[in-house]
DNA sequence: AAATATACTTACTAATAAGTAAGTAACAAA
DNA sequence: TTTGTTACTTACTTATTAGTAAGTATATTT
């Protein structure tokens, strides 16, 4: 595949997690690419497009990652460290993950990135119910109530959490992990 | 004060938390309200004005709150409980909370609206830290680390609950709130 | 050698954005 | 009665936006 167009994906996607979908622009891209906007226009000839390639994108890395912890036999509690990871290296990189900053916007999407923002978020609800589910069995993890509601809580604290700690510059983002893994403690 | 001028502000609050701070304009404003675009300038000469405005309005309204529960003396869970309750609220009405609407445009914002969106965060997060704190040494609540932790972790959920539950069309909220409810039970 | 495909640029268009300057109607104050 | 104030409208300007049509240089295929 092209490399231009490797490039342009990667910045509209670090572009989205820092100033939002609504506020990032062709030119913005073109610009820091040293190309003209028509030739993003080329690769991806609407805006919505391009905010559905990146979601399909994150989707696949999403799955790929999930995969790769199952075959190589992580447990429960070396998967659900390596998804927060995630979230931890966001937050030092001061991004929002792609969730949180299409969520607010989500009103404004085109259908297509619409379908993919929720099919991104019940994929990730999904594996982590099912994740929590099966460490509760083996006694690994420990918690009151449906899987799927502890799932949504700890996707909403991550979520919520990287977009708090950005607005008041610095909040340790470590006590956030430590709070959610110590609610889980058997 | 002028009615048409809270209805600017009133209107700008609901589009905020809908379709976000970037995608809404003076124009969806006046077109709703039946009057010009100028008319707005009158009242809020820039955009700016406008969301600093309504963020000042959010914080006196929070803080009349919490006042006013502290003057009728109510207890810890129901400071906590009507506090969630806003958010369920929200929830109805398909809206975010204006702290996690104009968290990912924190950068796009001007000097005077970021300053007054960290300025209501860290009012939530200490008010939340303090009524856990309070509520712990009276054996009402329970949990462990420092108070200030889980008053992040709360607030966090809450802000991307409310989001991840609008992606999903409608994840149930009220497990959200039981989840945070049954985590602080002694 | 001619035709085709790739990866763009040039040069626009149409729409919408925030913002402004000057005017006006209605009412109150001096 | 004039003067001023409030609450707007009219009529713009300037900038930026997504998007497009047509052209071009380079490499690849036939």
Redesign the interface.
């Known amino acids: 595949m092209s490399v231009t167009r490797e490039k342009i994906m990667e910045l509209g996607e670090s572009l989205i997690r820092?100033?939002?979908y609504?506020?990032f622009s062709y030119q913005d891209i073109s610009t820091e690419l040293g190309i003209k906007n028509a030739a993003i226009h080329y690769y991806f000839p609407t805006k919505e497009n391009l905010g559905t390639s990146i979601l399909k994108t994150n989707i696949q890395r999403f799955e790929e990652m999930t995969d790769n912890m199952q075959s190589r036999g992580f447990d429960e509690w070396k998967q659900l460290d390596s998804f927060i990871k995630i979230y931890v290296k966001s937050h030092r990189e001061q991004k929002?993950c792609i969730?949180?900053?299409l969520?607010?916007?989500?009103?404004?999407l085109g259908e297509s990135t619409k379908a993919e923002?929720?099919k991104m978020?019940?994929k990730i609800?999904t594996w982590l119910t099912n994740l929590l589910d099966s460490g509760r069995a083996k006694n690994i993890f420990a918690f009151?109530?449906?899987a799927v509601?502890?799932a949504?809580?700890i996707?909403?604290?991550?979520?919520?959490?990287l977009?708090?700690?950005?607005?008041?510059?610095n909040?340790?983002f470590k006590?956030?992990y430590?709070?959610?893994a110590?609610?889980l403690k058997p």
């Open positions: 820092t100033k939002g609504n506020a929002l969730v949180g900053s969520g607010p916007d989500v009103y404004t923002l929720f978020t019940e609800i009151e109530g449906e509601n502890k949504t809580t996707f909403s604290a991550l979520v919520g959490g977009q708090i700690s950005r607005i008041s510059g909040t340790d006590s956030l430590m709070s959610i110590e609610d």
